[in-house]
């Protein structure tokens, strides 16, 4: 259909109104806001471009830093207010350019099983969001933040049931940091790449056990861009090396941004297609909102409508209730009916600002006295340094021999299935496995479509953006099939 001209109006809507402003910016605020930069900066950023991450030649014998005893210093005895687990944790830093005193922090909890299951990556989006804040406490992680945000409790569907999770986030985010400050000016894509190839060398030094494990990159929203980007940088050091360096066998990405026309013209169809706006306001937006019909009086006309009608949903789950009261309690609530708590965002921003917690971690070396948000403010992301198209380091990927799945949660309005689809649509894939309903526990967890060449597009049924947090068992079931290499059972 062509270029999409985003109205300012229409962001009104993408930045949500239903987070404290004591909790910063949420994961979906930061990508409505990351849209917008990208559209008002520069016409040309609208087109359908690609261009690769420029990845720096690693020089290994200058990289790899020394790695002794860094591992046992690392190690977690226990988190405050954890209940007993029988796997091993370990959380701390893993210097990425020591010249700039750059660093990146990551938690890591290892399978009760450890020795007979893949390693896995989770990257979360934003960009600028923290994994810890979201994929860690809110998603896939072992535990759950309690409403006293003092204590926490199992999660019976983390994913290191099925491998060895670690997490981590670009320098400024979270618990990474810089010590030099034009660093949060200049991340972008390339630079992210180039540090997570350096962070995991290093890191597999620190663990050498899994240097020839099977190794998985998953992520979701901007992690999108994370993803592929960083598949892209492996497959070309592993080359140049002559050897393999890091033992990449693919990667899964969830309501993940890959290309920002087909991404939008899936969000208004969503729309549609859920009684969210009417017909009319949908056609008003096809045929005034794009660079080839733009007219500004209708587009504008059709974006305030729009508002009107979602102002009082989060279009990042659509079905799922708001936040009433995040106070913290005196005694833990009994837990939600609910798969989490849709206040979990302020019970893990207070978590997480504990000082003992921090100490536990081996977080926030520096003893700075700050207020931890789960998505920074102070990170700059560099708006010509993220394409707007990502499918081509997709095709890659396959091109490589990877194992590449996409899923969706199909309760997300902002990267929702329709999005996902088209972008699958713009890659010219033949259907290996046509369209079928996959199930979990008795119940359809949602529909699988596979493609020749490698790649398997599934959904999520009533899953929100951050799948895990909405359907954790059918997120579990997902990742376990993807890791070996199974569609997850279903009618055939």
Not at 15 to 32: H, R, T, W
Not at 248 to 259: C, D, E, M, S
Not at 320 to 328: M, Q
Request: glycine share 8%; aromatic share 12%.
């Amino acid at each position: 259909m062509g270029k999409f001209t985003f109205s300012f109006l229409l962001f009104t809507l993408l930045l949500s109104p239903f987070v404290a402003s004591s909790l910063g910016k949420k994961q979906s605020d930061v990508l409505g806001e990351f849209y917008l930069a990208k559209q008002k900066k520069d016409s040309a950023f609208g087109q359908s471009y690609f261009k690769a991450a420029h990845v720096e030649n690693v020089e290994l014998d200058k990289v790899i830093l020394p790695q002794e005893g860094l591992r046992e210093k690392d190690w977690i005895n226990r988190l405050p207010g954890q209940p007993p687990v029988k796997f091993q944790q370990y959380g701390g830093y893993v210097t990425v350019n020591e010249s700039a005193g750059r660093a990146l922090f990551y938690y890591f909890s290892e399978a009760e099983n450890s020795k007979s299951l893949p390693l896995l990556l989770w990257l979360n989006g934003g960009p600028g969001c923290s994994s810890m804040a979201f994929g860690a406490m809110e998603e896939l992680g072992p535990f759950r933040v309690n409403s006293d945000g003092k204590t926490l409790h199992r999660n019976r569907y983390a994913w290191n049931r099925a491998a060895n999770v670690f997490l981590e986030s670009p320098a400024g985010v979270g618990f990474s940091y810089t010590n030099t400050s034009s660093d949060l000016n200049t991340t972008g894509d390339s630079r992210t790449a180039n540090d997570n190839v350096v962070f995991l060398l290093n890191w597999l030094e620190r663990f050498p056990e899994y240097k020839n494990r099977d190794f998985y990159i998953s992520g979701e929203s901007y992690a999108g861009h994370y993803v592929p980007q960083l598949a892209h940088a492996i497959l070309k050091h592993n080359k140049l090396a002559n050897k393999t360096l890091i033992n990449l066998k693919g990667i899964i990405i969830g309501n993940a941004v890959i290309n920002d026309d087909t991404d939008t013209i899936g969000m208004f169809e969503y729309f549609a297609s859920h009684a969210l706006i009417s017909d009319e306001t949908y056609h008003d937006i096809q045929n005034s909102c794009y660079e080839y019909n733009y007219n500004k009086t209708k587009c504008d006309g059709a974006a305030e409508i729009t508002n009107k009608n979602l102002k009082h949903l989060d279009i990042y789950n659509i079905y799922y209730p708001l936040c009433k009261d995040g106070n913290l309690t005196k005694y833990p609530k009994p837990q939600s009916p609910l798969p989490i708590d849709p206040c979990s965002d302020h019970y893990v921003h207070a978590y997480l600002n504990r000082r003992d917690v921090q100490d536990a971690l081996h977080a926030n070396v520096t003893n700075i006295t700050y207020d931890w948000e789960a998505c920074s403010n102070s990170l700059f992301y560099n708006l010509k340094d993220s394409p707007v198209n990502i499918v081509p380091l997709l095709k890659e990927s396959l091109a490589n021999g990877l194992r590449v799945w996409i899923f969706s949660g199909d309760t997300d309005g902002r990267v929702p299935v329709t999005s996902s689809k088209r972008s699958i649509q713009a890659m010219n894939l033949t259907v290996d496995q046509p369209w079928r309903s996959w199930l979990n526990g008795g119940e359809v967890g949602g529909y699988v479509e596979t493609y020749k060449g490698g790649l398997t597009f599934a959904t999520v049924r009533g899953a929100g953006h951050e799948v895990p947090s909405y359907q954790p068992a059918r997120a579990l079931s997902l990742i376990s099939h993807f890791l070996s290499g199974t569609l997850p059972p279903g009618d055939h």
